[in-house]
């Protein structure tokens, strides 16, 4: 009788385990209905501002402002096209010349397939094909941090006709970072799909305003900041595979264009932040301005990453420097510095 008693009142492990099973798949799918719930209610109140193109089978989502030569933006990871809008970068250049800003892949309206591997040069490609099929010519393109990277790998195409290049903050050169090897594990299919509508959900959510604070510092963040970027756009499960797959092709993109930053041959304006707590401004910017033949460096004391916020002044002088000639295509610039090169002094 105790026997039979014993067996009774003693749990057995494996229903145990069982349930705290039983009872974690419950929370997780709640967890995950709930964060598909927030992101498709962030994309009812915060719709597509711009418009799109499709290009290689990938649907562009991109504002086109102004007219004048033409000027185009990239944006850099964890954030969208808005963030170059908030920064005042957009409507500044909007007086004079024709805007174009994207959403890169996977952020913000702009699609990722997983059909490729969305490293700096592919995104470049893509860029590229749609700034033909917008009928953009000779642009000035400015790059801020992830999207610095794209903007190089523009330039170093043999199909680009950049004008020049205006570089923020970028990570150049392949360097270990902490920070992507802890995202980089949300990029990976299936567990990455997992965590990003759980985990990775509940934890952007939790570090986004420290992020955003590292950002900005030694600055304030702008009130209208996060809620211009929207919170809830920011930590959707889309948009944090685009992240996470950026932490993942951070190191081998820049480590491919570290081979060939001596080729770019346009004018080109480094501008870094001597406080910036995210890239290293020493080992990135000052040093990509040694590779890149005449290239000119401002160092901003007392600014952080988001040079695009504090030296709109300086991106919008280097930018108007190219209006006399920005009409021009590849075929008659070359003609123009041919013809330079033979007529007397």
Do not use: C
């Not at 490293?119 to 917008?134: E, G, K, N, P, V």
Request: glycine fraction near 6%; charge should be neutral; avoid cysteine.
């Amino acid at each position: 009788m105790n026997a039979i008693t014993r067996r009774i009142s003693t749990p057995d492990p494996t229903d145990k385990r069982l349930a705290i099973a039983g009872v974690t798949a419950a929370v997780l799918a709640a967890t995950a209905a709930w964060v598909a719930y927030r992101a498709r209610r962030a994309e009812a109140e915060h719709p597509p501002s711009g418009r799109f193109v499709e290009v290689d089978g990938v649907r562009l989502h991109y504002i086109d402002r102004g007219l004048g030569t033409p000027v185009v933006l990239l944006h850099g990871t964890m954030v969208r096209l808005e963030d170059l809008v908030a920064s005042g970068l957009v409507d500044r250049l909007a007086q004079h010349h024709r805007v174009v800003a994207f959403d890169r892949p996977g952020f913000g309206y702009s699609e990722r397939p997983r059909d490729r591997l969305w490293t700096a040069d592919a995104q470049a490609a893509l860029i590229q094909r749609a700034l033909t099929r917008l009928g953009v010519q000779s642009p000035a393109v400015v790059g801020h941090s992830w999207g610095a990277m794209v903007a190089s790998a523009l330039a170093l195409r043999e199909d680009s006709d950049v004008r020049k290049l205006v570089l923020l903050a970028g990570y150049y050169f392949p360097q270990p970072r902490l920070d992507a090897l802890i995202a980089a594990p949300a990029a990976t299919p299936i567990l990455g799909d997992a965590m990003r509508y759980t985990v990775s959900a509940l934890s952007a959510r939790a570090m986004l305003g420290r992020a955003v604070r590292i950002m900005f510092a030694p600055a304030p963040v702008p009130d209208e900041y996060l809620p211009t970027l929207s919170r809830e756009m920011l930590v959707r499960p889309y948009q944090l595979r685009a992240s996470a797959e950026e932490a993942a092709f951070l190191m081998p993109s820049a480590a491919s264009l570290a081979k060939r930053y001596a080729s770019i041959r346009v004018p080109t304006l480094i501008v870094a932040g001597e406080d910036d707590k995210v890239i290293d401004p020493e080992k990135h910017s000052r040093r990509l301005a040694s590779e890149i033949p005449g290239a000119e460096l401002r160092m901003l004391p007392g600014v952080g990453h988001m040079v695009h916020f504090a030296a709109i002044d300086e991106i919008v002088e280097a930018v108007g420097a190219l209006a006399p000639l920005a009409h021009e295509s590849q075929a008659e610039r070359t003609t123009r510095e041919a013809q330079d090169a033979v007529s007397p002094s």
